[in-house]
């Protein structure tokens, strides 16, 4: 199973995925930044912008990728990435689906100050490129379709790894 881990920059995807990478077995976490730098470094300048949703071939060699790995190795995926455009869900996760890999969405939200908080304690600046793109985060993620929405603001970790241990029925 692939699940996807997105929600405003700040708000916890990666801390937990290594939450749920601790606690289930023959699993792994990818990365889909590195995945964006790959391909928007390689371009001259930056023809699409800075978001890597925006690259098409981002969409196309993550959804290879994940396929690839997937059927290789039989892991359970944590992809702990923000999507923000609605085409990116059916460029990857339906992509997936429909090659029949079973891919969840999860959505993490909380409120803007949990969220600012969040960032400056992993140790961030103020006018930090995550910060200044909470609203945008957050707006885009709220709209990806067929998601399962957590909110995190009053959950540790564990209880949201909890939840989606619960909603994933692992």
């Not at 993490?108 to 995550?130: F, K, M, T, V, Y």
Request: with cysteine; glycine share 6%.
């Amino acid at each position: 199973m692939i699940i996807w881990i997105s929600g405003a920059y700040g708000v916890g995807k990666s801390t937990l995925a290594e939450k749920l990478l601790s606690r289930i077995d023959n699993s792994m976490i990818f990365d889909a930044e590195e995945v964006g730098n790959a391909v928007r470094e390689n371009y001259p300048g930056e023809p699409y912008g800075v978001i890597y949703e925006d690259y098409p071939l981002w969409c196309d060699f993550n959804y290879m990728l994940l396929k690839d790995i997937h059927n290789k190795f039989s892991k359970n995926i944590f992809v702990p990435m923000t999507l923000i455009r609605k085409n990116s869900c059916s460029k990857i996760i339906e992509r997936l689906n429909n090659a029949g890999i079973e891919t969840k969405l999860i959505i993490l939200e909380a409120s803007r100050q949990n969220i600012h908080d969040r960032i400056l304690a992993r140790g961030e600046d103020e006018d930090c490129w995550c910060m200044e793109n909470i609203e945008m985060s957050q707006n885009g993620s709220k709209a990806l379709p067929n998601g399962f929405h957590i909110n995190t603001d009053e959950k540790s970790v564990d209880e949201t790894a909890d939840i989606v241990l619960a909603y994933l029925n692992i």
